[in-house]
C-alpha cells in the first residue's frame, strides 16, 4: 500500500501517498477563493443558526503550564452550558486539555454530551522519543480521552522522511484503540500549500480520523486559505477513497465573525455534511465569549459589552 | 509653459470619520452632502452606519485604561498641546465655521474659535485639580483615613450640538476627557466639517488613538445603536431634540447608564457658564476609600 512512502522520495517527486494522487496546488487561486467566501455576507436569520452551530463545533481549549484542575472544572462547566443564563445555548463539542487534566475533565463532564479531548504525543513539537509519545497517547485514552489530538513529525515530514511520518500517525492511531484521532499538522511551519496539501493527505492515509491546522503555539495559525486548502484535501480524499475525515480549525480564531467565514469555506467546499461534531471541529478558547456576546446581541438588539462575558 | 494657478485642478479634503487614530469611511460605504449656510455644496461626509458606532465604542473602551492611567499632569499637557495644534490652524478653523453657520460673519466665527480653543486651555488647566476640588479627605467617627477619589465612569458616547458647529462640541470633549473617559462622538449632522478638522488636530495632539472618536451621519441612524450600547457608561444627550432625547435616556435606563444634558445656562456657549469643573465631575464617579489609621 504505502510503496511511494518506502522509498523516502524527495519532495517533488511524490505525487502520491499510498496510492492516493495528490494534486499541486494553486496558491493565488486558492487564496483568493478563500478571501471570496470570506466576503460573503450572511444575513441576520442564518446567524442565530451559524452562532449556535459554532458553538456545538466547538473545542474548548485551555493548553496552559498554569492549567490546574479548578481551572479545568470551570472550563467544563462552561463546555456544558456556556451561557447559565440562557439555557438555549448548545453544549460545545468537546474540552481540549493536557493528558494530566483528562481524568478532572471526565469526570467532570461525566453524563454529559461533551466529550473529552487531550493533546498527546509531545505537544506541541512530536520529537519526543517514539515510545513516549505512543505511551502518552495510550495513558490519555486510558485516563478518559474520547479524542486525542497529536501532533505531526514536522522533523521527519520537512526532510522528507514520510514514511517515519507515516509510520509514527499510523502507530498513535493504533495506540488510540477506539478513541478519536486528531492529527495537528502546525501548517505555519510546513512552508506551502503544497506541503500543506501533502501533509494532510499522509495524515488521512495513515488513519487520522481528523486533519488539524495548528497547535496555537505558534504565531502563524489557522487561516482562511489554509483551512481552504485543507478541505479541499479532505474533499479528494472522500472522491478517491470514500472516507469522510474530519476537519478542526484551530488557533488564533477569536471572533464570531472569523468563525462564520470557516462554517461558509467548510460548507462550500465539503457540503452541509461536513457542518456536524463528527466532521468539523473549531478549537479555541477566547471565541466562545465572542459567540456568546453577538448571540446576545441579536436576542437583545444592543451591542454588547466584553467585561459582562467570562474572563475564561 | 501653462501659466500656474487657473490651470491648477482644485485638491478636496474628503472628511472621513475618526475611530481608533485612523481617519476612515463607513463601513457602509455611505455619504451625505453638507450644505453651507447659504445652501452650496460644501462637501461630502461620511453617513456612519451603527456599526461604524459599535467599532468606535470597542475603541474607545480599549483606549480608556490606558488614557485614564496616564498621570493627570500627562493628560494636563496633552490637552493643552490640542489647544497649541488648533491655534496653528486657526484659519482653516474660522473659514470651516464661517461657512457652516448661518448669519455668521468674520469676526463671530474668529471668536468663535478662540473661544474654542481657550476652553481646551481652561480644562487642560483642572486635570491636575479637579480631584481636589471634587474629592479630599472627609472627617468620620472612627480610626480611619476616609478619602473621597472622583474616578472617569469610562466610556462616554457625547451627541454634539448641530450648531455652532466647534465650540459646542469642544465645550461637551473637553470635561469628559480630561478626567480620563474615553468619548464617541455623534458630530453635529448639519455641519459635521469642523468636527472632522478637530479630529486631524487630535490625531496631531499626542491624544492616543480611541481616546476620542468621531462619527458623522444621521443621528436618526445613530442616536440609538449609541444609547443602546452595553459599553456605553456614560450619555451626553445635549445634541439630542426633547424626543430623540427621551427615547435614548430611556433605552440607556436599560442598562442603567448615566444620562447628562447641558443645561439652559451652559448652552450659552460663549459664556463663562459653559465651562465648570463640574461638568467634569458630571462625568466622575466618586471612589471612597477607608484606611484604618495606624498608631
Known amino acids: 500500500m504505502t510503496d511511494l512512502l518506502a522509498v523516502d522520495s524527495p519532495v517533488g517527486a511524490a505525487d502520491a501517498v499510498a496510492g492516493v494522487r495528490i494534486t499541486p496546488v494553486d496558491a493565488v487561486g486558492l487564496e483568493q477563493r478563500a478571501a471570496l467566501l470570506c466576503a460573503r455576507s450572511i444575513k441576520a436569520s442564518s446567524k442565530g443558526a451559524a452562532l449556535d452551530l459554532a458553538i456545538r463545533v466547538m473545542d474548548l481549549t485551555t493548553l496552559e503550564g498554569a492549567d490546574t484542575p479548578g481551572r479545568v472544572h470551570a472550563l467544563c462547566a462552561r463546555a456544558r452550558r456556556p451561557d447559565a443564563a440562557d439555557w438555549s445555548v448548545p453544549s460545545v463539542a468537546a474540552v481540549c486539555v493536557y493528558p494530566e487534566l483528562v481524568s478532572v475533565a471526565a469526570e467532570a463532564l461525566a453524563d454529559s454530551p461533551v466529550a473529552v479531548a487531550s493533546v498527546a504525543g509531545g505537544f506541541p513539537a512530536g520529537l519526543a522519543p517514539l515510545e513516549a509519545r505512543l505511551a502518552e497517547v495510550s495513558w490519555a485514552v486510558a485516563a478518559g480521552a474520547d479524542e486525542v489530538d497529536i501532533v505531526l513529525n514536522r522533523s521527519a515530514f520537512l526532510s522528507g522522511r514520510y514514511q517515519r511520518a507515516y509510520d509514527e500517525i499510523a502507530a498513535a492511531k493504533q495506540a488510540c484503540g477506539s478513541a478519536h484521532l486528531k492529527v495537528i499538522l502546525e501548517t505555519g511551519e510546513l512552508g506551502s500549500y503544497d506541503q500543506i496539501r501533502r501533509a494532510s493527505m499522509l495524515a488521512m492515509v495513515a488513519g487520522a480520523d481528523f486533519i488539524k491546522t495548528s497547535t496555537g503555539k505558534i504565531s502563524t495559525s489557522a487561516t482562511p486559505a489554509t483551512a481552504l486548502c485543507m478541505a479541499e484535501a479532505i474533499r479528494d480524499m472522500a472522491e478517491q477513497t470514500g472516507r469522510a475525515v474530519g476537519l478542526k480549525l484551530a488557533g488564533g480564531i477569536r471572533t464570531a465573525k472569523q468563525a462564520w467565514h470557516y462554517l461558509v469555506i467548510v460548507g462550500e467546499t465539503l457540503g452541509s455534511g461536513w457542518l456536524t461534531p463528527e466532521r468539523f471541529r473549531l478549537g479555541a478558547s477566547s471565541l466562545l465569549n465572542d459567540v456568546l456576546m453577538q448571540r446576545a446581541k441579536l436576542r437583545d438588539g444592543r451591542y454588547q459589552r466584553r467585561e459582562d462575558f467570562s474572563v475564561d | ?295
Open chain 2, 1 to 295: 509653459m501653462s501659466s500656474g494657478m487657473s490651470s491648477r485642478l482644485s485638491v478636496n479634503k474628503t472628511y472621513k470619520q475618526f475611530i481608533g487614530g485612523a481617519f476612515e469611511r463607513s463601513e457602509s460605504g455611505r455619504s451625505y452632502p453638507v450644505t453651507g449656510a447659504g445652501g452650496e455644496l460644501l462637501a461630502h461626509a461620511v453617513r456612519g452606519s451603527r456599526k461604524d458606532v459599535r467599532d468606535a465604542v470597542a475603541a474607545a473602551r480599549l483606549a480608556q485604561e490606558g488614557w485614564a492611567g496616564r498621570t493627570a499632569y500627562n493628560r494636563g499637557q496633552i490637552l493643552y498641546r490640542v489647544a497649541e495644534v488648533m491655534e496653528s490652524r486657526r484659519d482653516e478653523f474660522c473659514v470651516e465655521v464661517l461657512r457652516a453657520t448661518d448669519g455668521s460673519s468674520e469676526a463671530i466665527a474668529a471668536e468663535e474659535t478662540a473661544a474654542a480653543i481657550d476652553r481646551w486651555v481652561w480644562y487642560a488647566g483642572w486635570a491636575d485639580k479637579f480631584p481636589t476640588v471634587l474629592g479630599g479627605a472627609n472627617p468620620v467617627a472612627g480610626p480611619y483615613f476616609n478619602l473621597s477619589v472622583p474616578e472617569p465612569v469610562g466610556v462616554v458616547g457625547l451627541v454634539a450640538p448641530d450648531e455652532p458647529p466647534l465650540l459646542p462640541l469642544v465645550s461637551r470633549l473637553a470635561p469628559v476627557i480630561v478626567s480620563g473617559n474615553t468619548a464617541v462622538v455623534l458630530a453635529s449632522e448639519r455641519c459635521p466639517l469642523a468636527a472632522v478638522t478637530l479630529a486631524e488636530t487630535l490625531a496631531l495632539s499626542d491624544v492616543p488613538a480611541g481616546v476620542v472618536n468621531i462619527i458623522t451621519g444621521h443621528r436618526d441612524e445613530l442616536v440609538p445603536p449609541l444609547a443602546g450600547h452595553v459599553a456605553v457608561d456614560s450619555l451626553d444627550l445635549t445634541g439630542c431634540d426633547s424626543e430623540q432625547g427621551t427615547a435614548a435616556a430611556r433605552q440607556a435606563a436599560a442598562t442603567i447608564t448615566r444620562v447628562v444634558s447641558a443645561s439652559t445656562a451652559e448652552r450659552q456657549w460663549a459664556d463663562e457658564a459653559a465651562q465648570s469643573p463640574y461638568l467634569i465631575d458630571a462625568f466622575c464617579e466618586t471612589k471612597t476609600v477607608w484606611h484604618p489609621k495606624g498608631r
